[in-house]
Protein backbone atom coordinates (compact mmCIF):
# COMPACT_ATOMS: atom_id res chain seq x y z
CA UNK A 1 0.00 0.00 0.00
CA UNK A 2 1.10 3.74 -0.71
CA UNK A 3 -0.15 7.05 -0.32
CA UNK A 4 -1.36 9.08 -2.95
CA UNK A 5 -0.49 11.93 -4.10
CA UNK A 6 -3.63 13.44 -5.02
CA UNK A 7 -4.71 12.61 -1.15
CA UNK A 8 -2.35 15.28 0.26
CA UNK A 9 -3.47 17.79 -2.85
CA UNK A 10 -6.64 17.52 -1.58
CA UNK A 11 -5.67 17.81 2.10
CA UNK A 12 -4.21 21.35 0.88
CA UNK A 13 -7.05 22.24 -1.21
CA UNK A 14 -9.44 21.89 1.87
CA UNK A 15 -6.99 23.97 4.16
CA UNK A 16 -6.75 26.31 1.77
CA UNK A 17 -10.85 26.42 1.87
CA UNK A 18 -10.99 26.66 4.80
CA UNK A 19 -8.69 29.94 5.04
CA UNK A 20 -9.81 33.50 5.03
CA UNK A 21 -8.63 35.67 2.16
CA UNK A 22 -5.16 37.46 2.03
CA UNK A 23 -3.36 34.85 4.67
CA UNK A 24 -0.33 32.62 4.24
CA UNK A 25 0.00 29.14 6.20
CA UNK A 26 3.39 27.81 6.69
CA UNK A 27 4.23 24.47 7.88
CA UNK A 28 7.60 23.41 8.81
CA UNK A 29 8.85 19.57 8.16
CA UNK A 30 11.42 20.41 11.34
CA UNK A 31 14.53 19.98 12.20
CA UNK A 32 16.61 16.73 13.43
CA UNK A 33 18.16 16.80 17.14
CA UNK A 34 21.00 16.02 17.91
CA UNK A 35 22.10 13.20 20.22
CA UNK A 36 25.81 14.01 20.82
CA UNK A 37 28.73 15.87 18.78
CA UNK A 38 28.48 13.57 16.13
CA UNK A 39 25.00 12.15 15.67
CA UNK A 40 21.27 12.90 15.41
CA UNK A 41 18.28 11.00 16.78
CA UNK A 42 15.98 9.29 14.00
CA UNK A 43 14.13 12.20 12.39
CA UNK A 44 10.38 12.51 12.59
CA UNK A 45 8.57 14.90 10.45
CA UNK A 46 5.88 17.00 11.57
CA UNK A 47 2.67 15.31 11.43
CA UNK A 48 0.93 18.30 10.13
CA UNK A 49 3.59 18.84 7.32
CA UNK A 50 3.09 15.38 5.95
CA UNK A 51 -0.47 15.45 6.23
CA UNK A 52 -0.57 18.17 3.44
CA UNK A 53 2.80 16.61 1.38
CA UNK A 54 3.63 12.82 2.24
CA UNK A 55 6.90 13.95 2.56
CA UNK A 56 9.27 13.19 5.75
CA UNK A 57 12.67 15.27 5.32
CA UNK A 58 13.80 17.46 7.72
CA UNK A 59 14.11 21.34 6.43
CA UNK A 60 11.10 21.69 3.89
CA UNK A 61 8.82 24.52 4.30
CA UNK A 62 5.45 24.80 2.78
CA UNK A 63 3.90 28.14 2.17
CA UNK A 64 0.45 28.24 1.26
CA UNK A 65 -1.21 31.85 -0.16
CA UNK A 66 -4.41 32.93 -0.67
CA UNK A 67 -5.68 36.10 -1.94
CA UNK A 68 -8.62 37.01 -3.70
CA UNK A 69 -9.64 33.26 -3.96
CA UNK A 70 -6.56 32.22 -5.75
CA UNK A 71 -4.38 30.38 -4.11
CA UNK A 72 -0.75 29.48 -4.76
CA UNK A 73 1.14 26.63 -3.38
CA UNK A 74 5.08 26.44 -3.02
CA UNK A 75 7.46 24.15 -1.03
CA UNK A 76 10.90 24.63 -0.18
CA UNK A 77 13.70 21.94 0.02
CA UNK A 78 17.65 21.88 -0.20
CA UNK A 79 18.71 21.38 -3.68
CA UNK A 80 20.96 18.52 -4.37
CA UNK A 81 24.44 18.95 -3.10
CA UNK A 82 27.11 16.05 -4.06
CA UNK A 83 29.67 17.17 -1.19
CA UNK A 84 26.92 17.14 1.64
CA UNK A 85 25.37 14.00 0.31
CA UNK A 86 28.43 11.98 0.64
CA UNK A 87 28.68 12.61 4.76
CA UNK A 88 24.62 12.89 5.21
CA UNK A 89 23.27 10.90 2.58
CA UNK A 90 21.11 11.47 -0.75
CA UNK A 91 18.51 14.44 -1.22
CA UNK A 92 15.56 13.70 -3.42
CA UNK A 93 15.46 15.33 -6.27
CA UNK A 94 13.08 18.65 -6.25
CA UNK A 95 11.03 16.82 -9.45
CA UNK A 96 11.00 13.73 -6.90
CA UNK A 97 9.24 16.24 -4.13
CA UNK A 98 6.48 17.29 -6.36
CA UNK A 99 5.65 13.76 -7.46
CA UNK A 100 5.43 12.55 -3.66
CA UNK A 101 3.68 16.06 -3.13
CA UNK A 102 0.95 16.06 -5.84
CA UNK A 103 2.59 19.75 -6.94
CA UNK A 104 3.87 20.83 -10.35
CA UNK A 105 7.41 21.36 -11.41
CA UNK A 106 7.34 25.07 -11.06
CA UNK A 107 5.82 24.80 -7.22
CA UNK A 108 8.87 22.99 -5.69
CA UNK A 109 11.88 25.64 -5.21
CA UNK A 110 15.20 25.38 -3.82
CA UNK A 111 15.38 26.24 0.13
CA UNK A 112 17.98 29.24 -0.29
CA UNK A 113 14.83 30.68 -2.07
CA UNK A 114 12.54 30.52 1.35
CA UNK A 115 14.34 33.63 2.66
CA UNK A 116 13.17 35.98 0.34
CA UNK A 117 9.73 34.57 0.77
CA UNK A 118 9.38 34.73 4.82
CA UNK A 119 10.64 38.21 4.30
CA UNK A 120 8.18 39.33 2.31
CA UNK A 121 5.59 37.82 4.29
CA UNK A 122 7.10 39.80 7.24
CA UNK A 123 6.62 42.77 5.23
CA UNK A 124 3.82 42.61 3.54
CA UNK A 125 1.27 44.16 6.79
CA UNK A 126 -2.10 43.27 4.69
CA UNK A 127 -1.70 39.39 4.90
CA UNK A 128 -1.99 37.34 8.34
CA UNK A 129 0.41 34.79 8.90
CA UNK A 130 -1.25 31.54 9.77
CA UNK A 131 1.56 29.36 12.16
CA UNK A 132 0.99 25.52 13.47
CA UNK A 133 0.82 25.94 17.18
CA UNK A 134 0.40 22.32 17.64
CA UNK A 135 4.07 21.43 16.31
CA UNK A 136 6.95 20.69 18.33
CA UNK A 137 9.07 22.13 16.16
CA UNK A 138 11.13 24.69 17.15
CA UNK A 139 10.64 27.47 13.94
CA UNK A 140 7.37 27.67 13.80
CA UNK A 141 7.38 29.57 17.62
CA UNK A 142 10.40 31.35 16.54
CA UNK A 143 8.89 33.17 13.28
CA UNK A 144 5.78 33.80 15.31
CA UNK A 145 7.87 35.60 18.17
CA UNK A 146 9.76 37.59 15.62
CA UNK A 147 6.55 38.37 13.73
CA UNK A 148 4.55 39.91 16.94
CA UNK A 149 7.41 41.69 17.92
CA UNK A 150 6.51 44.26 15.25
CA UNK A 151 3.04 44.34 17.20
CA UNK A 152 1.29 41.65 13.89
CA UNK A 153 -1.09 39.08 15.16
CA UNK A 154 0.04 35.83 14.03
CA UNK A 155 -3.29 32.95 13.65
CA UNK A 156 -3.34 29.53 14.53
CA UNK A 157 -3.50 26.95 11.87
CA UNK A 158 -4.13 23.61 13.98
CA UNK A 159 -7.40 24.41 14.69
CA UNK A 160 -8.24 24.02 10.63
CA UNK A 161 -5.77 20.56 10.14
CA UNK A 162 -7.15 19.26 13.41
CA UNK A 163 -10.47 19.25 12.36
CA UNK A 164 -9.49 18.13 8.86
CA UNK A 165 -7.66 14.86 10.03
CA UNK A 166 -10.36 13.93 12.49
CA UNK A 167 -12.06 12.53 9.59
CA UNK A 168 -10.20 9.64 8.19
CA UNK A 169 -10.41 9.22 4.77
CA UNK A 170 -10.39 5.91 2.83
CA UNK A 171 -6.52 5.65 2.38
CA UNK A 172 -6.19 6.88 6.41
CA UNK A 173 -8.56 4.16 8.00
CA UNK A 174 -7.29 1.38 5.33
CA UNK A 175 -3.46 2.39 6.43
CA UNK A 176 -4.61 1.90 10.11
CA UNK A 177 -6.24 -1.44 9.07
CA UNK A 178 -2.74 -2.30 7.51
CA UNK A 179 -0.35 -1.01 10.00
CA UNK A 180 -2.44 -3.62 12.86
CA UNK A 181 -2.36 -6.66 10.28
CA UNK A 182 0.94 -6.21 10.60
CA UNK A 183 1.27 -5.93 14.49
CA UNK A 184 -1.28 -8.42 14.60
CA UNK A 185 0.92 -10.99 12.69
CA UNK A 186 4.11 -9.89 14.49
CA UNK A 187 2.60 -10.49 17.91
CA UNK A 188 1.82 -14.06 16.15
CA UNK A 189 5.19 -14.77 15.44
CA UNK A 190 6.00 -13.40 19.23
CA UNK A 191 3.91 -15.53 20.98
CA UNK A 192 5.97 -18.93 19.86
CA UNK A 193 8.42 -18.02 22.00
CA UNK A 194 6.19 -17.52 25.44
CA UNK A 195 6.96 -19.94 27.94
CA UNK A 196 8.53 -19.89 31.24
CA UNK A 197 12.01 -18.80 31.83
CA UNK A 198 11.46 -16.48 28.57
CA UNK A 199 12.15 -12.71 28.93
CA UNK A 200 10.66 -9.07 28.24
CA UNK A 201 13.74 -8.65 26.23
CA UNK A 202 13.67 -11.46 24.29
CA UNK A 203 10.06 -11.20 23.20
CA UNK A 204 10.65 -7.41 22.59
CA UNK A 205 12.94 -8.11 20.65
CA UNK A 206 11.13 -10.22 18.42
CA UNK A 207 7.98 -7.83 18.14
CA UNK A 208 10.00 -5.42 16.76
CA UNK A 209 12.21 -7.49 14.15
CA UNK A 210 8.58 -8.96 13.18
CA UNK A 211 7.45 -5.75 12.54
CA UNK A 212 10.28 -4.10 10.81
CA UNK A 213 10.37 -7.11 8.67
CA UNK A 214 6.82 -6.00 7.16
CA UNK A 215 7.96 -2.96 6.53
CA UNK A 216 7.46 -1.08 9.62
CA UNK A 217 10.91 0.15 10.36
CA UNK A 218 9.54 3.80 12.20
CA UNK A 219 6.76 2.12 14.83
CA UNK A 220 4.01 4.53 16.15
CA UNK A 221 5.35 4.30 19.77
CA UNK A 222 7.70 2.44 22.10
CA UNK A 223 6.62 -1.26 22.28
CA UNK A 224 6.06 -2.75 25.97
CA UNK A 225 6.68 -6.25 26.99
CA UNK A 226 5.89 -6.36 30.66
CA UNK A 227 5.71 -9.65 32.35
CA UNK A 228 3.90 -10.30 35.81
CA UNK A 229 3.62 -7.33 38.16
CA UNK A 230 5.74 -4.87 35.92
CA UNK A 231 2.10 -4.39 34.02
CA UNK A 232 1.26 -2.29 36.72
CA UNK A 233 3.70 0.27 35.24
CA UNK A 234 1.22 1.44 31.89
CA UNK A 235 4.21 2.09 29.95
CA UNK A 236 7.10 -0.22 30.40
CA UNK A 237 9.40 0.35 27.46
CA UNK A 238 12.17 -0.82 29.12
CA UNK A 239 12.27 -4.33 28.72
CA UNK A 240 14.23 -6.83 31.19
CA UNK A 241 16.29 -9.48 30.61
CA UNK A 242 16.27 -10.65 34.19
CA UNK A 243 14.44 -10.37 37.75
CA UNK A 244 10.80 -9.34 37.21
CA UNK A 245 11.44 -9.57 33.53
CA UNK A 246 11.09 -13.43 33.20
CA UNK A 247 7.42 -15.14 32.33
CA UNK A 248 6.50 -17.31 35.00
CA UNK A 249 4.67 -20.10 35.36
CA UNK A 250 1.00 -18.79 36.09
CA UNK A 251 1.58 -14.91 35.52
CA UNK A 252 0.32 -12.89 32.78
CA UNK A 253 2.52 -11.23 29.86
CA UNK A 254 1.10 -7.99 28.65
CA UNK A 255 1.90 -6.73 25.02
CA UNK A 256 1.01 -2.86 23.80
CA UNK A 257 2.62 -2.33 20.16
CA UNK A 258 1.56 -1.06 17.17
CA UNK A 259 3.20 -0.72 13.32
CA UNK A 260 3.32 2.40 11.37
CA UNK A 261 2.20 2.65 7.88
CA UNK A 262 1.85 5.41 5.34
CA UNK A 263 3.05 7.41 8.47
CA UNK A 264 -0.89 6.11 9.87
CA UNK A 265 -0.47 3.84 13.60
CA UNK A 266 -2.10 0.94 15.15
CA UNK A 267 -1.91 0.64 18.90
CA UNK A 268 -2.78 -2.91 19.78
CA UNK A 269 -2.43 -4.57 23.50
CA UNK A 270 -2.92 -8.51 23.58
CA UNK A 271 -2.57 -10.16 27.34
CA UNK A 272 -1.06 -13.43 27.19
CA UNK A 273 -1.05 -16.24 29.92
CA UNK A 274 1.74 -18.06 30.76
CA UNK A 275 0.35 -22.15 31.64
CA UNK A 276 -2.99 -22.79 31.21
CA UNK A 277 -5.34 -21.97 33.91
CA UNK A 278 -6.83 -25.11 35.44
CA UNK A 279 -9.67 -23.73 35.94
CA UNK A 280 -12.43 -20.94 35.99
CA UNK A 281 -11.29 -20.05 39.88
CA UNK A 282 -7.76 -18.66 38.31
CA UNK A 283 -7.67 -14.95 38.78
CA UNK A 284 -6.62 -14.34 35.52
CA UNK A 285 -9.56 -15.92 33.94
CA UNK A 286 -12.33 -13.87 36.18
CA UNK A 287 -10.40 -10.81 34.75
CA UNK A 288 -10.46 -11.62 31.87
CA UNK A 289 -14.53 -12.33 31.37
CA UNK A 290 -14.56 -8.38 32.75
CA UNK A 291 -12.63 -7.07 30.16
CA UNK A 292 -14.17 -9.07 27.20
CA UNK A 293 -17.60 -7.73 28.91
CA UNK A 294 -16.15 -4.38 28.62
CA UNK A 295 -14.89 -4.31 24.91
CA UNK A 296 -18.03 -5.85 24.06
CA UNK A 297 -20.09 -3.24 25.54
CA UNK A 298 -17.69 -0.67 24.52
CA UNK A 299 -17.96 -1.33 20.63
CA UNK A 300 -21.36 -1.56 21.14
CA UNK A 301 -21.59 1.39 22.64
CA UNK A 302 -19.22 3.37 20.19
CA UNK A 303 -21.25 5.50 17.41
CA UNK A 304 -21.84 9.21 16.18
CA UNK A 305 -23.34 11.45 19.07
CA UNK A 306 -21.32 9.20 21.72
CA UNK A 307 -18.18 10.84 23.65
CA UNK A 308 -14.75 9.41 25.65
CA UNK A 309 -16.54 11.02 28.72
CA UNK A 310 -20.28 8.75 28.29
CA UNK A 311 -18.02 5.76 27.19
CA UNK A 312 -16.22 5.80 30.22
CA UNK A 313 -19.31 6.12 32.30
CA UNK A 314 -20.88 3.40 30.40
CA UNK A 315 -17.32 1.05 31.54
CA UNK A 316 -16.82 2.51 34.72
CA UNK A 317 -20.67 1.39 35.29
CA UNK A 318 -19.82 -2.04 34.13
CA UNK A 319 -16.21 -2.33 35.99
CA UNK A 320 -17.66 -0.95 39.05
CA UNK A 321 -20.48 -3.72 39.50
CA UNK A 322 -18.05 -6.73 38.59
CA UNK A 323 -15.31 -5.22 41.56
CA UNK A 324 -18.28 -4.74 44.14
CA UNK A 325 -19.02 -8.38 43.55
CA UNK A 326 -15.70 -9.39 44.11
CA UNK A 327 -15.51 -7.44 47.54
CA UNK A 328 -12.90 -4.73 46.23
CA UNK A 329 -15.19 -1.68 46.34
CA UNK A 330 -18.71 -1.19 48.14
CA UNK A 331 -22.07 -1.72 46.27
CA UNK A 332 -23.05 1.94 46.33
CA UNK A 333 -19.63 2.59 44.53
CA UNK A 334 -18.38 6.27 43.67
CA UNK A 335 -16.38 6.76 40.11
CA UNK A 336 -13.43 7.15 42.01
CA UNK A 337 -13.93 3.86 43.77
CA UNK A 338 -13.88 2.05 40.28
CA UNK A 339 -10.82 4.49 39.18
CA UNK A 340 -8.61 3.09 42.08
CA UNK A 341 -8.53 0.07 39.77
CA UNK A 342 -9.69 1.42 36.24
CA UNK A 343 -6.67 3.27 35.66
CA UNK A 344 -6.61 4.96 32.29
CA UNK A 345 -9.15 6.37 29.99
CA UNK A 346 -11.32 4.03 27.38
CA UNK A 347 -10.48 5.49 24.14
CA UNK A 348 -8.28 7.87 22.30
CA UNK A 349 -8.35 8.39 18.51
CA UNK A 350 -5.48 7.56 16.31
CA UNK A 351 -4.42 8.73 13.25
CA UNK A 352 -0.67 10.18 12.34
CA UNK A 353 0.17 9.72 16.03
CA UNK A 354 -0.83 6.99 18.33
CA UNK A 355 -2.37 9.34 20.36
CA UNK A 356 -4.39 11.61 17.39
CA UNK A 357 -5.27 15.07 17.39
CA UNK A 358 -8.78 16.22 18.89
CA UNK A 359 -10.58 17.25 21.71
CA UNK A 360 -12.01 14.81 24.19
CA UNK A 361 -14.82 16.67 24.97
CA UNK A 362 -16.21 16.08 20.74
CA UNK A 363 -18.79 14.09 19.90
CA UNK A 364 -17.75 11.40 17.83
CA UNK A 365 -18.24 11.39 14.24
CA UNK A 366 -18.40 8.86 11.19
CA UNK A 367 -14.79 8.84 9.91
CA UNK A 368 -12.78 8.81 13.42
CA UNK A 369 -10.49 6.46 14.00
CA UNK A 370 -10.06 5.36 17.84
CA UNK A 371 -8.31 3.21 20.12
CA UNK A 372 -10.13 1.12 22.38
CA UNK A 373 -8.45 -0.02 25.53
CA UNK A 374 -10.45 -1.12 29.05
CA UNK A 375 -7.95 -1.91 31.03
CA UNK A 376 -8.63 -3.20 34.89
CA UNK A 377 -5.68 -3.71 37.57
CA UNK A 378 -5.89 -5.05 40.70
CA UNK A 379 -2.49 -4.99 42.71
CA UNK A 380 -4.34 -7.07 45.60
CA UNK A 381 -4.47 -9.99 43.01
CA UNK A 382 -1.26 -9.47 41.65
CA UNK A 383 -2.67 -8.90 38.23
CA UNK A 384 -4.13 -6.51 35.85
CA UNK A 385 -4.39 -6.22 32.43
CA UNK A 386 -5.59 -4.23 29.06
CA UNK A 387 -6.67 -5.82 25.58
CA UNK A 388 -6.94 -2.91 23.02
CA UNK A 389 -8.10 -2.85 18.91
CA UNK A 390 -8.57 0.17 16.51
CA UNK A 391 -11.61 0.86 15.10
CA UNK A 392 -13.32 3.43 12.34
CA UNK A 393 -16.36 5.02 13.71
CA UNK A 394 -19.29 4.57 11.29
CA UNK A 395 -22.73 6.15 10.54
CA UNK A 396 -24.59 3.99 12.55
CA UNK A 397 -21.82 2.55 15.37
CA UNK A 398 -18.28 1.19 14.40
CA UNK A 399 -16.19 -1.10 12.46
CA UNK A 400 -12.91 -2.91 14.10
CA UNK A 401 -10.00 -2.42 11.74
CA UNK A 402 -7.95 -4.88 14.01
CA UNK A 403 -9.01 -8.44 14.50
CA UNK A 404 -10.88 -7.73 17.77
CA UNK A 405 -8.92 -11.14 18.83
CA UNK A 406 -10.18 -11.49 22.89
CA UNK A 407 -11.02 -15.02 23.15
CA UNK A 408 -9.17 -17.39 25.52
CA UNK A 409 -8.08 -19.91 22.61
CA UNK A 410 -6.53 -17.07 21.08
CA UNK A 411 -3.88 -15.72 24.31
CA UNK A 412 -3.83 -18.43 25.95
CA UNK A 413 -0.37 -20.08 26.13
CA UNK A 414 0.62 -23.37 27.34
Known sequence: ???????????????????????????????????????????????????????????????????????????????????KERWHGKRMDLSDIAAIAGLSAEEVFDLEK??????????????????????????????????????????????????????????????????????????????????????????????EYEMAKRSSMAFAFETIVSCGKNAFYLHH??????????????????????ARINGYCADISRVFFVGEPED????????????QDLRKAAFGFIA?????????????DIAGKWLAGQGLIPDNFTEEDVRRYYWHNTSHFIGLDVHDVGPRDKEFEAGNCLAVEPGVYIPEWDIGFRIEDDCLVTEDGCLLLSSGKDSPEGIIVG
Do not use: W
Open 1 to 83: MTADPLFFRHNRERLAAALPDRTAALFFSGEEKHMSLDSDYRFFVDRNFFYLTGLGCSGFVLVIEKEDGRVKTGIYAPARDSM
Open 114 to 207: YEEKEFELKRDTDITVFLDSSSVMTRPAELKAQIEKDGRKVKDVSEITTSLRLIKEPLEYESIREAARITEEAIEEMKTLIRPGVSEYELYLKL
Open 280 to 291: ESDKRMKLLGLI
Open 237 to 258: SEPEKDGDGIAKEGSIIQIDCG
Open 304 to 316: PGKTFASLNSQMY
